[in-house]
């Protein structure tokens, strides 16, 4: 596969409209939150919002949720010695899901989930936290377990911490929900990172030259599918925890 060709690109925005929402009159949002960084030579810079979106997508089509369109750059300061990548602050992050919180409230929409595809946004953790203190109103999904029953599901044969970045599970999901981002390379592209012990402090660029550590070439689509299913039964459990979507 070479680069996709313009208009190919996974439709990553909802197309409901107005009235769809007051006729669903769903009680929870859907909030995807990417990212634009690198992912190799094979995955786009786009690759944390496609995930995200398709995994919210795949929601959307299961539950009674109001789904919003992505936050396509976040916190990515990692990535920042590879060409391409661009970041916010956390506080920005943190400023503008708040204000789209206000906003929700204002039309009668109270509860919030976010779909992160970016593991470096650790101050999602925090919004969530302090969200909740009053009472269950925001969700954080996919979460650690989620990820892991998915892996178990598809029967992947990498864990999370070896196949962190543009690895086994990230390409699975795009060759299963859009291939067209997946270029030539990944089949030869797989780098174990080690521990990476000090990613923090020295960024992915002090633990991989090609800007991966995963195995990409581990990754198929039927496993991408089966990834996708785990995630959209388990989101049931995050309604759940909220109070149900009614």
Not at 4 to 16: E, I, Q
Request: charged content about 15%; overall charge negative; hydrophobic content about 40%.
């Amino acid at each position: 596969m070479g680069p996709p060709t313009p208009g190919s690109v996974v439709n990553l925005l909802p197309t409901a409209t107005s009235t769809d929402i007051a006729e669903l009159q769903p009680r929870v949002a859907v909030l995807p939150i990417g990212s634009f960084e690198q992912h190799g030579r094979y995955l786009p810079l786009i690759t944390d919002t496609a995930i995200a979106c398709v995994v919210s997508q795949e929601i959307a089509s299961n539950y009674p949720v109001h789904l919003l369109p992505p936050i396509t750059m976040s916190c990515s300061h990692e990535h920042a010695a590879f060409p391409g990548t661009v970041s916010i602050s956390a506080k920005t992050l943190y400023a503008v899901i708040d204000d789209i919180r206000v906003s929700l409230a204002r039309c009668g929409i109270h509860k919030l989930v976010i779909v992160n595809g970016h593991g470096g946004n650790y101050v999602l953790s925090n919004v969530v936290q302090e969200a909740n203190v009053d009472g269950p109103v925001v969700s954080l999904f996919p979460l650690g377990a989620d990820w892991d029953r998915a892996r178990d599901h598809a029967a992947l044969v990498s864990d999370r911490h070896a196949d962190m970045h543009a690895g086994e599970i990230e390409t699975s999901i795009l060759l299963h929900a859009a291939p067209e981002l997946v270029r030539e390379g990944y089949s030869e592209a797989d780098h174990d990172g080690g521990p990476w012990p000090f990613l923090l402090v020295q960024g992915m660029a002090g633990y991989t030259e090609s800007g991966v550590i995963g195995f990409p070439a581990l990754g198929t689509a039927e496993k991408g599918k089966a990834v996708l299913a785990s995630l959209t039964e388990g989101f049931a459990l995050h309604l759940a925890a909220l109070g149900g979507s009614r």
